[in-house]
């Protein structure tokens, strides 16, 4: 069990390059991947969910209560600023109907738990981060699909009816049930805990070969475009909570924690959404894809950088 804990850290640590071979590999050599099928997409987001469902206890949600502040502005932020962005950057680039509809369900898409591991790393304020994604993640259900539809009506037919499903399957369903066992298996859930780790990743890696191997050419024709894309959002909502975190007061810690959980989306959700949104444009997951890859790398290297940062 010690030598699995060790593995877990490991790929813990360096996932951000596990991801990135995976993602290069997947896009240079799709046929070797091919076998991984875009509908494993929905039960692999579920296994993530599911460990970060054993991660909280309902005490976690009682924190809420004591940063009602920090949650509004943190919630407003992912579901006005992200969304918004991104729609900017659409016309900015001039994207098609599918690239398009892909880059605005990542930006309508709450924070993901990879933004939890990317606070620790940064000595962030991990108790506001858990609260955050949290209630991001509670409130997707209705806001996901409801900003995508308002955002994109006029240009691409949404199916809001499954967004909703789906995010009830693959999101909430699998966290009430981690946090269910948790409670009732405190003990044995402790120890799985360190193995999560490992799991997410080797799940967020099927994740993005599935879309970018069954995607490899659209990629390749409009790749940087996507690329400039997936950066440019990403970093703009860092830099966004970052701000939001200063002008609140905020001390280093609960500012890192903002800053990383506005810019830091659940890509995989996106990801999965897209094939039910919009099933006759399977481009519109490559967005979410690339995004799982560069949010990963980028995070990695603010948490280098957030980590010399004092908390107060």
Not at 49 to 66: A, N, P, Q, R
Not at 227 to 238: M, P
Request: net charge positive; glycine share 8%; proline share 4%.
């Amino acid at each position: 069990m010690e030598k699995l804990n060790q593995i877990s850290n490991f790929i813990g640590k360096y996932m951000a390059v596990i991801i990135l071979v995976a993602a290069f590999a997947s896009l240079f050599f799709p046929a070797c991947f091919l076998c991984v099928k875009t509908s494993y997409i929905n039960y692999l987001l579920m296994i993530i969910m599911f460990g970060m469902g054993l991660t909280l206890k309902s005490d976690d949600f009682v924190l809420i209560f004591s940063h009602p502040r920090e949650i509004f502005f943190g919630t407003v932020s992912q579901y006005v600023f992200m969304p918004l962005i991104a729609l900017g950057l659409c016309y900015l680039f001039h994207l098609d109907a599918a690239l398009t509809a892909g880059v605005i369900l990542v930006g309508t898409c709450p924070g993901g738990t990879a933004s939890n591991v990317i606070t620790y790393l940064s000595k962030g304020d991990i108790a506001l981060s858990v609260c955050m994604t949290s209630v991001n993640t509670l409130l997707a259900p209705i806001l996901t699909p409801l900003i995508t539809y308002l955002m994109l009506k006029t240009t691409v037919e949404t199916n809001i009816t499954a967004m909703f499903i789906g995010i009830i399957q693959v999101i909430l369903v699998p966290i009430i049930l981690g946090l269910v066992i948790n409670k009732y298996f405190g003990k044995f859930t402790q120890k799985c805990v360190k193995l999560l780790p490992m799991m997410s990743v080797f799940a967020i890696c099927l994740i993005v070969v599935s879309v970018v191997s069954h995607n490899s050419e659209k990629i390749f024709s409009a790749g940087l475009i996507i690329l400039a894309v997936v950066i440019l959002h990403n970093i703009l909502g860092y830099l966004f909570g970052f701000g939001v975190g200063k002008l609140l007061g905020l001390n280093p810690a609960k500012t890192k924690a903002f800053s990383i959980e506005v810019g830091m989306q659940n890509s995989g959700l996106a990801t999965s959404l897209a094939s039910t949104a919009f099933p006759t444009m399977p481009e519109a997951a490559v967005p979410g894809a690339m995004f799982s890859v560069w949010h990963n790398i980028s995070g990695a290297v603010l948490a280098a950088f957030y980590r010399k940062w004092h908390s107060d």
